[in-house]
């Protein structure tokens, strides 16, 4: 089965094209700059200038792109049966990947007021696609289905249960597609059940979370009602007081909309070293920077916390899954995050970690009581798997 995965923006569509029967990528770019002059098409690692109006326009550029004679990779649209979608906002009303229909629809619209950034891009990507693909079967696949699986004590929050039963205030989770990826994954890799394990997955982007998963299901997560909870991030500045919104209102007269747009915009590492990439935090910080130096011990000590105390709720931890970006290629981070651990039977391999690869790995010392891996991320593979089950389930 063909399963094109389109991960739509405000103003961007990225996508891959996968081949699940032969287990090959057969396409893979990004439209941005949608509705402007330069609208550029990446594809397979090629540049072109194509200015599109609207979301519809963009797709219907990638389908010819998709087809043509010099660099595609299908014969007709008609190919695309199955579409998978990621959609950033679930709710509680979806606990898995479901087809996309009028009721589904209506439901990612009712999202909005949670994801107000992200599912108004996902609906209109969706809405496009079923105009370009009408022959498709589409799938809704949600970050937040994996958290659905959390008890009650975890994802509420101590406010009045009113706000619970009137607004939706809890906590959601995020990145769900990359923990649940990875932690299948994992289990591959130990040969276990991978209900039968008990894992910690760390996401490390720009945007950071970590998830403690109990026999195979997601139990605790950091990010909560939005992706700002949780971890230091790149632009975002993850546990404050919750009353710090409220000060910063009053006294340093900004608008609600600042504040929000400060606290995921303009904290995180960029608000203490002036730099979001953790690259560049690292080489300055090693320059004698002390801004950097301070984000990153900061960084590291909020990250230390969560996996202690993640450590604490599973009572038996098997692995530890470092992956994204950072998570990936970042030995230093690593090595930081779970050194003087040794007590907690955590014990790093430092020639292991320094190893460059793009392979599943472990990085453990042999007196490690808890296995660490490092396994890449693959979201867009698992919403085309998703998409595949979930079509195949309806039939």
Not at 37 to 56: A, E, G, I, M, P
Request: aromatic share 6%; proline share 3%; glycine share 8%.
């Amino acid at each position: 089965m063909k399963v094109l995965v389109l991960n739509s923006g405000s103003s961007s569509i990225k996508f891959r094209l996968f081949d699940l029967d032969r287990d090959q990528v057969l396409a893979n770019g990004h439209y941005e700059k949608i509705g402007e002059n330069d609208s550029t098409l990446h594809y397979n690692d090629r540049s072109q200038v194509n200015n599109v109006s609207n979301h519809q326009g963009a797709l219907e550029f990638i389908v010819e792109k998709l087809t043509s004679s010099e660099d595609g990779v299908i014969q007709s649209p008609d190919e695309l049966t199955a579409i998978g979608h990621r959609v950033v906002h679930g709710g509680e009303s979806f606990k898995h990947s479901v087809l996309i229909d009028s009721e589904v629809l209506k439901a990612i619209e009712e999202m909005i007021p949670l994801a107000p950034l992200h599912n108004p891009a996902n609906l209109q990507g969706i809405q496009m696609s079923l105009k370009v693909f009408p022959q498709a079967q589409q799938v809704a696949v949600f970050d937040t289905a994996f958290h659905q699986s959390m008890p009650e004590s975890s994802y509420r929050y101590a406010v009045p249960s009113d706000l619970y039963a009137e607004y939706s205030v809890r906590k959601y989770g995020f990145h769900g597609s990359s923990h649940k990826y990875v932690a299948q994954r994992a289990a591959k890799y130990l040969n276990r059940k991978l209900d039968e394990l008990n894992l910690i997955t760390i996401h490390l982007g720009n945007g950071c979370s970590i998830t403690a998963i109990k026999n195979g299901r997601s139990y605790d997560t950091s990010m909560g009602l939005t992706p700002l909870e949780g971890l230091m991030m790149g632009t975002r500045c993850g546990d404050i007081d919750p009353a710090i919104p409220q000060y910063l209102h009053q006294r340093a007269d900004l608008s609600y909309g600042e504040i929000d747009r400060l606290l995921n915009k303009s904290s995180g590492l960029k608000g203490i070293s002036g730099n979001n990439d953790v690259r560049q935090v690292i080489e300055a910080a090693e320059s004698g920077a002390a801004p950097a130096k301070l984000a990153l011990e900061m960084y590291i000590h909020r990250l230390k916390k969560y996996i202690g105390g993640y450590m604490a709720i599973l009572d038996r931890v098997d692995a530890i899954i470092f992956t994204a970006g950072v998570g990936e290629n970042s030995s230093f981070i690593r090595e930081k995050a779970l050194n003087e651990m040794s007590h907690l039977g955590v014990q790093v391999d430092l020639e292991k970690n320094e190893e460059k690869s793009r392979e599943e790995r472990s990085i453990h010392s042999p007196d490690s009581q808890t296995d660490i891996l490092v396994i890449p991320t693959n979201e867009e593979l698992l919403i085309a798997r998703e998409t595949k089950e979930t079509i195949q389930k309806s039939h």
